[in-house]
Every structure is written in structure tokens, then in C-alpha cells.
């Protein structure tokens, strides 16, 4: 489950004297776009290494902000138990301010029948093999709208990408479909029908990463060479990233 935080979304065009005008402007805002960033006193640090206490300090941290909201159950451990069975062979990406955990997003990898997203099926093909699932992302009530969801997205995506799978789901809040669609130019797909899931009404969604590559490419060049900053060089050596020279 992603707690999504709404962010800094593109400026306005300015008035104009006509339509065509207005358009021509609102096309060129999208296309620069780039997602506003964190704090440079914030630091990002990703863990695979359930045993760490970087791990626990990270767990524990989305249970209290999800007990807060509803979002998961109560339990002694103080993690959330839904997210259990999907713990083993996943990453934790998490933001901190100096050493306090201010927010967490998770990456998992698996058939789509096996990550969380499978509990909803699907109406629609879905790829077969490995995919991977974006989610249990939190952040600290104090910075939400500040960039760090941003971040947190990012790193996930960069890991997803890096792993060469052909496409990653999430299970977002019914509103969120069109913002990200929208906002940041995320080409979201739609897997099944939203039901109650962990305390809110949820969407299963799915994005393929060579399609939301090339679309960046073609019309959202801000958002490709953000979502792209760092990546391995090998990625545009082996045609895995589409090259854009502007």
C-alpha cells in the first residue's frame, strides 16, 4: 500500500489570448517538469539486510505512521504483519535525518500473482515472470509535500529499471490514478476493480517501464532525465533506457 503525499504539482500557464496558445504553454510546462526535491541535509539509504537496525528502525516507522491512519492492524512487533510474507528478498529505501528514519518506501520483486497486487487478480493481461511492486511508502506528517515522496519514488523506480523486469505494479487510492497520470506523466494501467484494502479503498495498478521510458523521452524529457539521473551506463549501453541527446 503506497501512502501517497501529494507534492508540488506544475505551474499554471499564464493567461493567454488564445486556446491554442494556452495549450502550446501547458505542453511545454509538462515536458520540463521535474518533481520537486527533498532537503539536501536529508540522506537516502537503501537495505536488503532484513537483520539490520537500519531494517527494524524502518519498519517500525511505517507501523506507526499506518496505526495512525488506520492503515494496518495492531501488533506486538510493532511492524506491519501485512506486509510479512512479502518481507523476504524485498528492499526498504529510507530517508533520514541524521539518524531518525523520516520516510520509507519498499520495493518487491515476484510474479504479479505473488506480490500483494495478486490478492486483487486482474481483468487485463499482466506479464508473466518476474515484476516488481512499489509500496509501503510513509513519510514523516512534518515533510509531506516537501519533495521526499519524490525521492522515495525515485529510488524505487532506478532499483526497478536497474533489475531489467518488464514492468512494476502498485496499489494506490482511487484519486491517485489520474494525479500521477497527470502530474508526473506515469502511464498507469488499471489491473482491476478498487476494493477495501488495508483501511482504504484501493486501486491495483500496473506500469511497463519501456513504455514509461519512451513516453518520458518523447514528451516529458524533465521527468526522463530526472527518473534517469545515476543510473548505470549500461543501461543505455544495452537499449535497456532510450537515449535523448536534448
Known sequence: MALLEPTEQPPVPRSHATASEARAD?????????????????????????????????????YDEYRAVGYCEESPKGWVEEAEP?????????????????????????????LPIGRFGHDIPVPSGRLAEVGSLAVSRDLRGLGVANELHRAAVQQVIASRVPAFCMLVEPWSIEFFRDVYGLPLVQTAPPRDYMGSLTVPAIVDISEMLESFARERVGMYHWITEGLDPSLWADGSIPIVLD
Open 26 to 62: 501547458r505542453a511545454e510546462i509538462k515536458r520540463n517538469f521535474r518533481p520537486e526535491g527533498c532537503s539536501e541535509h536529508l540522506r537516502l539509504v537503501s537495505t536488503a539486510d532484513e537483520s539490520a537496525p537500519l531494517w527494524d528502525a524502518a519498519e517500525r516507522f511505517v
Open 86 to 114: 512479502f518481507r523476504h528478498g524485498s528492499t526498504l529505501h529510507v530517508m533520514l535525518d541524521g539518524e531518525q528514519v523520516v520516510g520509507t518506501i519498499r520495493t518487491m520483486f515476484g510474479p504479479y500473482d505473488e
